[in-house]
């Protein structure tokens, strides 16, 4: 029967790595880059998650533009409300030409949920700008 070789561990206990740097000050700076990375998807779990890519999600987010613009819904940022009637209307003129475009390419849900937010849109520009 062959006997079995047994190895050894060497540990090293020098406190310079190969590059000459502290060993404990890398494995700091290690730590920190991976706690930053943690700590950045934790803040993306914690995001709200987006809605489904569709037509009406994208006509969603275009009328929350306007009403932002026409200050009918305040900044998420700031927080505060705030007018910018020509970019509302540059919005709604958006919305406008999409509903051209798209004309006998929407299912009748589409349609109805678009001509509804334009119509809303509309008037809240003429009361914002009068």
Known sequence: MAEEEKGFI????RSL????????????????????RQEK???????????EVNFNSLIFSLSSSALLNLGEIADPHTGQKRKDIPLAKHSI???????????GNLSEEEQRFLESILADLRWRYVRAAG
């Not at 060497?10 to 206990?13: E, F, L, N, T």
């Not at 003129?93 to 004309?103: G, H, N, R, S």
């Open 93 to 103: 003129d958006i919305i406008a030409m999409l509903k051209d475009k798209t004309k």
């Open 10 to 13: 060497i540990k090293d206990k």
């Open 41 to 51: 998807r934790d803040e993306e779990a914690d995001r709200t998650p987006l809605p």
């Open 17 to 36: 790595d190969e590059k000459g740097d502290l060993k404990d000050q890398r494995a700091k700076e290690e730590r920190s880059k991976r706690d930053a």
